[in-house]
């Protein structure tokens, strides 16, 4: 029964997503066709280029830029949509919203594609619980898509309402670069609006370049991001002889210092939070919880030795167990006691060596108090002295 109810869930979703994603590419479409009907897109005799061609459309058909760079934005959204992703949906609400404000506020005689883009936007939000899917690839696809159409309608306008800046944008090279000065917010000033259409689509670009154009390169660097770490990870698992720290202590931190001093590899394993109190360049795996398959992606199996120097006697007990069943006692193992209390407790893992630091540090500090000599052999033979070694 569980198993019926789960199955016709997921049915249900799959439908709901087809149906939203049909209806945005009627919509896409719905747009897109009526506008490339009322234009001859041949060019006639008396228009010499493009350009011409272009600035003899009339004021009305500005609007008409927008609205089908927004179509075909939105023809392309439907996959998104119907594959659950999320960014599909975010892009696909903000179109649908922008949408709705042209074609019932600006250019009403267009109020049913506006009313069906209202009806698939509530939609939309009514349904955003299903759209729970997270692909980089994805989100890289539809950020590439979203940047083309934001630039096409950024190069294409200036060229339409180009005698309305100073100097005039009469080529496509100019209207490239005055549209990616805006998209990027720079503004040097050079090529200004004058007219009252100019300013309100120069407006109009700054502020979908703050939305899209950035939320487009923050994924695609997303994706590269996550293709280096990708790599990253593969060059790790492929170590071999090299020691392995879990946790973030100070023990750690000093472990991980003295090691690298002596030119060896190390892999270090600790949770997110941790993380940056390595350095930057430190090859760090992250985890949420450290078990067997933590442990198998810094390559236990072929390491040398194992370090486990954790904050907390608990999690490093569950650290050495998992490492146990990994590869038994065919590693060298160094552990940490954090609190005496759990010191007979954690001699039953077996570990090569067992630290107490309060034991060690509280034989030094007397030491030092009675004018005693201290050196490594004298640190060493305290270690030994106090039965920290099982072996």
Request: charge should be neutral; charged fraction near 15%.
């Amino acid at each position: 029964m569980k198993k019926n109810a789960i199955y016709k869930y997921i049915q249900n979703m799959t439908m709901i997503r087809t149906t939203l994603a049909l209806l945005i590419l009627l919509d896409g479409l719905l747009i897109i066709l009526p506008i490339l009907a009322s234009y001859n897109i041949n060019l006639s005799p008396q228009h010499h280029n493009f350009v011409d061609w272009l600035q003899s459309l009339g004021f009305i058909k500005l609007l008409d830029i927008p609205r089908f760079a927004i179509g075909v934005v939105l023809i392309i959204l439907a996959l998104p949509i119907y594959l659950g992703i999320r960014i599909g949906w975010v892009f696909s609400c903000f179109m649908l919203f922008v949408l709705v404000l042209i074609n019932l506020l600006l250019a009403r005689e267009n109020v049913l594609t506006g009313t069906l883009s209202l009806l698939i936007l509530i939609a939309l939000i009514a349904n955003w619980k299903i759209f729970h899917r997270h692909s980089l690839s994805g989100a890289g696809f539809v950020a590439f898509v979203s940047l083309i159409a934001l630039l096409g309608y950024s190069v294409f306008g200036s060229l339409y309402l180009g005698d309305q800046f100073q100097p005039h944008i009469t080529d496509i090279s100019s209207a490239f670069y005055f549209a990616l000065v805006c998209m990027t917010t720079v503004g040097f000033g050079d090529i200004v609006p004058i007219s009252v259409e100019a300013r309100l689509f120069t407006i109009s670009i700054v502020i979908l370049g703050i939305t899209i154009f950035t939320t487009s390169i923050v994924y695609f660097l997303g994706v590269f991001a996550k293709s280096t770490q990708e790599i990253v990870k593969k060059r790790l698992f492929r170590m071999k002889d090299h020691y392995v720290i879990v946790g973030a202590s100070p023990l750690a931190l000093n472990t991980y210092h003295g090691l690298k001093k002596r030119d060896l590899d190390v892999m270090v394993l600790c949770k997110e939070e941790h993380k940056n109190n390595y350095p930057d360049n430190a090859p760090v795996i992250t985890t949420s919880q450290i078990n067997k398959k933590s442990l198998n992606q810094v390559n236990l199996a072929d390491a040398k030795a194992l370090f486990i120097l954790g904050d907390s006697d608990a999690e490093n007990t569950i650290a050495m167990l998992a490492a146990k069943e990994i590869v038994g006692a065919n590693i060298k193992s160094v552990m940490v006691v954090n609190d005496d209390n759990n010191y007979e407790n954690l001699k039953l893992l077996h570990a090569d060596l067992l630290i107490s630091l309060s034991s060690l540090g509280s034989e030094v500090l007397i030491k030092m108090i009675f004018g005693e000599s201290i050196n490594s052999q004298i640190i060493e033979n305290i270690i030994f002295s106090n039965n920290i070694l099982d072996s």
